[in-house]
């Protein structure tokens, strides 16, 4: 069985009358991705920062590749590397001139420092901006640049706290391609994201987290059958029908319905019916239903809940019982 990178026990940490992160229960394997998934606020960050040994718990336990977060801070420190939401390199020094000086305050000799450099512009695809100062580079080089950095001596635990914000579509698929080449060479990622794609493409575990605590954990196929059997996702042609095929839906699923931006767009979480009927049996009589009602559907489909609708569902549920 593979080591656990990290394991935590009722971690809390509070800020005033607020608790950020409040008894969070985590195990997390090695080299593997591992999300945390949650809305701003959720404490995803303060999470990291405690894991990272800057912040101090205010209770509970964590350790780090068995070191404690409290008692062994500077093992701990040893062990991992950080990347927060901001790029944190000098912007007025080149690309190369800023992993250089990183080696060198890490020990590395002036040669093998610039021999990483040179590795790691190549790697991430920089070595075209290696001599351009970085207040030039655009976002997306931008957080390459800043990962680069943190890995200029292999970390065996890299947190990444929502590495991509703002950055556009290609830039981001650049990013997750790194964070699989980092993962591959055997280092285990902590990544916080918002992103929900972004969680389902890359970790093999996620915990979501939803003022301060844990509401669900689990392998993103795990994630989503909790929530439903499948997914009904229906386009109609004429958008005043939608209302209409709002209730067909509705008194056939017995689901809820949700209004989707695209004002011709509805979707419902399909369960497993109590009379044994499977997800597509369900869905195919609510399609003929609504074309019994004279409802014209030009798109239908059924699939797996997205992450997004798990997220939804899980969110729902804790103010339900709240």
């Known amino acids: 069985m593979a080591e656990h990178a990290i394991e935590t026990s009722g971690l809390v940490k509070v800020?005033?009358?607020?608790?950020?992160?409040?008894?969070?229960?985590?195990?997390?394997?090695?080299?593997?991705?591992?999300?945390?998934?949650?809305?701003?606020?959720?404490?995803k960050t303060t999470f990291?920062?405690?894991?990272?040994?800057l912040l101090r718990p205010d209770a509970g336990e964590g350790t780090v590749f068995g070191r404690?977060?409290?008692?062994?801070?500077?093992?701990?420190?040893?062990?991992?590397?950080?990347?927060?939401?901001?790029?944190?390199?000098?912007?007025?020094?080149?690309?190369?001139?800023?992993?250089?000086?990183?080696?060198r305050l890490l020990g590395h000799g002036k040669t093998a420092a610039k021999r990483?450099?040179?590795e790691l512009l190549d790697?991430?695809?920089?070595?075209?901006?290696?001599?351009?100062?970085?207040?030039?580079?655009?976002?997306?080089?931008?957080?390459?640049?800043?990962?680069?950095?943190?890995?200029?001596?292999?970390?065996?635990?890299?947190?990444?706290?929502?590495?991509?914000?703002?950055?556009?579509?290609?830039?981001?698929?650049?990013?997750?391609?790194?964070?699989?080449?980092?993962?591959?060479q055997g280092t285990t990622v902590l990544l916080t994201t918002q992103y929900l794609d972004e969680a389902d493409h890359l970790a093999s575990r996620?915990?979501?987290?939803?003022?301060?605590?844990?509401?669900?954990e689990g392998t993103p196929g795990e994630l989503k059958s909790s929530v439903g059997a499948g997914s009904v996702h229906v386009r109609l042609r004429d958008a005043g029908q939608r209302g209409r095929a709002e209730r067909v839906l509705?008194?056939?699923?017995?689901a809820d319905v949700s209004l989707d931006a695209d004002p011709v767009a509805l979707t419902a979480r399909v369960a497993e019916g109590e009379s044994g009927r499977g997800a597509a049996e369900q869905a195919s009589r609510a399609l003929a239903r609504l074309a019994e009602d004279?409802?014209?559907?030009?798109?239908?489909?059924?699939?797996?809940?997205s992450l997004d609708e798990v997220f939804l569902a899980l969110t729902d549920r804790k103010e339900a019982r709240a």
Do not use: C
């Open 206 to 216: 996620i915990a979501v987290i939803d003022h301060g605590t844990v509401i669900a």
């Open 68 to 103: 404690d977060i409290v008692r062994d801070a500077a093992g701990v420190r040893s062990q991992v590397s950080l990347t927060g939401q901001y790029a944190s390199i000098d912007e007025d020094l080149t690309g190369v001139e800023n992993l250089v000086l990183l080696g």
């Open 15 to 43: 800020f005033g009358k607020t608790r950020a992160v409040d008894g969070i229960d985590l195990s997390v394997p090695e080299a593997t991705v591992y999300g945390i998934l949650g809305p701003n606020g959720a404490g």
């Open 123 to 184: 790697a991430f695809g920089l070595t075209d901006a290696a001599d351009r100062q970085v207040k030039n580079y655009s976002g997306g080089m931008r957080r390459r640049i800043d990962i680069a950095a943190s890995i200029i001596s292999t970390p065996r635990l890299l947190f990444l706290d929502e590495p991509t914000t703002g950055l556009d579509p290609r830039s981001r698929n650049q990013v997750w391609d790194i964070v699989r080449i980092i993962v591959a």
């Open 294 to 305: 004279g409802i014209t559907v030009d798109d239908f489909s059924l699939g797996q809940p």
């Open 48 to 53: 990291v920062r405690m894991l990272a040994t």
């Open 116 to 118: 990483r450099a040179g």
């Open 250 to 254: 509705a008194a056939e699923l017995g």
